[in-house]
C-alpha cells in the first residue's frame, strides 16, 4: 500500500537544538501539507506545497520554522531554535490536486511526535 | 476562511448500537468539502467519509453515513452498529479555496 512516510517517529530534543523533520510523499502527489497537532489548539495547517512550490506557510513562526521540498520524494521541516513550546505532534500529507479547489483526499504520515525539554 | 466547530468533546457507545458525532461549520465559499477522519491510539489520521457540498445525496461508507444540512451548515456522522475498533478520536474537516480545516474533534469510547 502507498503511503506517507515520516521520520523520526519520536523525537526528543533540548531547547535549542535544531530538529529536522522528514516526509516522503505517495508516489505521484502534488501536494504536501505539514500540520501540527497539540491538545490545546488542535490541528493548526503550519505550511504546504503544490508541484515542490511553497504556496502559503504563514501558519509557521517565521524565525524559528522554515519548510522546503528539495525534490519530489522529499519534505521537511525544520526547527531552529527549537523552544519547548513546539513539543506537539508534527503529521505531513500529501494528496493529489486536479482542480483549484482543495477537494483531493489526504493521506497522512504517522507523525513525529516531538518533545522539546 | 473556515471555520469548524465540534461541540462534543467525548461520546460513548454501547457495541452494536448507533451514535452521531455533531459537526457545524462556516464558510463563504460556494462550493467546498467536507470530511470526517478519525484517529485511533496508534495517532494516524484515517479518511472514514467525503462529501461534496454541491450533492444533495449524503455520503455513504459502509457502517459510516453523513447527515449533511448545508442550510443550516452542519455536517453530522453516523456511525451504525458500532465495535471496539470505532473508538478514536474523529475530526470533522472542510476545504474550499484553502486547504483543510479540522474541528477540535470528538473522543468516541465505545463499550462492550
Known amino acids: 500500500d502507498a503511503r506517507v512516510t515520516q521520520t523520526p517517529r519520536h523525537k526528543v530534543t533540548e531547547m535549542g537544538q535544531e530538529v529536522t523533520m522528514r516526509c516522503q510523499p505517495i508516489?505521484?502527489?502534488?501536494?504536501v501539507f505539514w500540520y501540527r497537532q497539540t491538545m490545546m489548539q488542535g490541528l493548526e495547517l503550519l505550511a504546504y506545497?503544490?508541484?515542490?512550490?511553497?504556496?502559503?506557510d504563514s501558519g509557521m513562526p517565521k524565525d524559528r520554522f522554515s519548510a522546503e521540498m528539495p525534490d519530489a520524494t522529499l519534505a521537511t521541516l525544520k526547527i531552529q531554535p527549537s523552544e519547548p513550546r513546539d513539543s506537539a505532534v508534527y503529521f505531513c500529507?500529501?494528496?493529489?490536486?486536479?482542480?483549484?479547489?482543495?477537494?483531493?483526499?489526504?493521506?497522512f504520515g504517522s507523525g513525529t511526535q516531538l518533545s522539546v525539554l | 476562511a473556515q471555520t469548524v466547530t465540534q461541540s462534543q468533546p467525548e461520546m460513548s457507545v454501547q457495541e452494536a448500537e448507533t451514535v452521531t458525532l455533531s459537526c457545524t461549520y462556516d464558510?463563504?465559499?460556494?462550493?467546498?468539502?467536507l470530511f470526517w477522519y478519525k484517529q485511533p491510539p496508534s495517532r494516524q489520521m484515517i479518511l472514514v467519509i467525503r462529501?461534496?457540498?454541491?450533492?444533495?445525496q449524503n455520503a455513504t461508507e459502509n457502517r459510516f453515513s453523513v447527515n449533511f444540512q448545508k442550510a443550516a451548515k452542519s455536517f453530522s456522522l453516523k456511525i451504525s452498529d458500532s465495535q471496539l475498533g470505532d473508538a478514536a478520536m474523529y475530526f470533522c474537516?472542510?476545504?474550499?479555496?484553502?486547504?483543510?480545516?479540522f474541528g477540535k474533534g470528538t473522543r468516541l469510547s465505545v463499550i462492550a
Open positions: 500529507a500529501s494528496g493529489l490536486a486536479t482542480t483549484g479547489l482543495w477537494n483531493e483526499k489526504l493521506f
Open positions: 462529501q461534496e457540498a454541491y450533492k444533495q
Open positions: 506545497f503544490r508541484n515542490r512550490a511553497p504556496l502559503d
Open positions: 474537516a472542510a476545504s474550499g479555496n484553502t486547504p483543510l480545516v
Open positions: 508516489l505521484g502527489h502534488n501536494t
Open positions: 464558510t463563504s465559499e460556494s462550493d467546498y468539502y
